[in-house]
């Protein structure tokens, strides 16, 4: 799911340099997406054609409003053709438009009935989701990873780059993966009792673009996830070769499960 376009150059790129073939199939949802802005649906493409590089995408886009998801959901859970479907765009529960939520579980529920997986970013910005939007510092989590038929994806940060290695919450200058305790949803029955709201993440991956990320290229440059450009420089650049792609390291799932945040409803 996607609120900007994406330069297919890009994905070109970003396929040569570690040997995959990226040819989504995009799905407007009555028009294609916004303008190109911060990367987002690059990143997004990128790093699941890395994971699942035999799968075939479809990139459901639309203009960025608080309706268009509601009705993209709708579309995608009519047509039911993704069997696993993902978000990084989001926004914190108590910023929600009125039975917003509701609406939205009802069209993932529905999902889940047909046996489809919907995946959604937990934030990066902590236990504060707010904070990227309104500055608020409250505690507060990310929609729609919050909702229960959602899973909730967060981010770590590993503990050393070399060998075998434990990890950690990420949590640094660059943002932190998102957690806490629903203000809307009660706690799932699976999960410990630690609070009354549902509890989030339910998975979590590497995401700290200090240790070791996936290099995306957007707007026809290199950067390190985060979508942020990162002054180290990427893993591949426009000169690489393929030997000198994989020799920049293994391509690791990466976070920016970090929600990019959707406007009030237009």
């Not at 802005?37 to 590089?53: K, M, Y």
């Not at 990084?88 to 529920?109: I, K, R, V």
């Not at 937990?122 to 990227?132: A, E, F, K, N, V």
Request: some cysteine.
């Amino acid at each position: 799911m996607e609120f900007e376009q994406v330069d297919t150059n890009d994905l070109l790129a970003f396929g040569s340099c570690y040997g995959l073939t990226i040819n989504p199939t995009f799905v407007p949802n009555n028009t294609a997406g916004g303008p190109i802005h911060d990367a987002e649906s690059a990143l997004d493409i990128e790093a699941v054609a890395a994971l699942a590089p035999s799968a075939h995408l479809y990139v459901y886009e639309a203009q960025n409003s608080s309706n268009n998801q509601l009705t993209m959901l709708e579309q995608i859970a009519n047509a039911d053709t993704a069997k696993v479907v993902t978000t990084s765009w989001g926004e914190c529960e108590q910023d929600l438009p009125p039975n917003f939520a509701a609406m939205e579980n009802t069209q993932l529920a529905k999902m889940a009935m047909q046996g489809q997986t919907f995946v959604a970013a937990s934030g990066d910005t902590g236990s504060s989701d707010c904070y990227g939007t309104d500055g608020g510092q409250e505690l507060s989590v990310d929609d729609p990873g919050s909702q229960p038929y959602a899973v909730s994806a967060g981010g770590t940060e590993l503990l050393s780059t070399s060998g075998p290695t434990g990890e950690t919450v990420w949590n640094s200058a660059d943002g932190a993966g998102g957690g806490g305790s629903s203000i809307i949803w009660p706690r799932s029955s699976f999960q410990p009792a630690l609070a009354a709201g549902r509890e989030v993440p339910d998975v979590s991956s590497d995401a700290d673009p200090r240790r070791d990320s996936l290099s995306t290229r957007a707007v026809g440059s290199w950067s390190v996830a985060p979508a942020s450009p990162r002054p180290h420089g990427p893993r591949c650049s426009p000169s690489s070769t393929r030997a000198r792609c994989s020799s920049a390291g293994p391509i690791r799932p990466s976070t920016r499960w970090g929600a990019t945040r959707l406007p009030s409803p237009t």
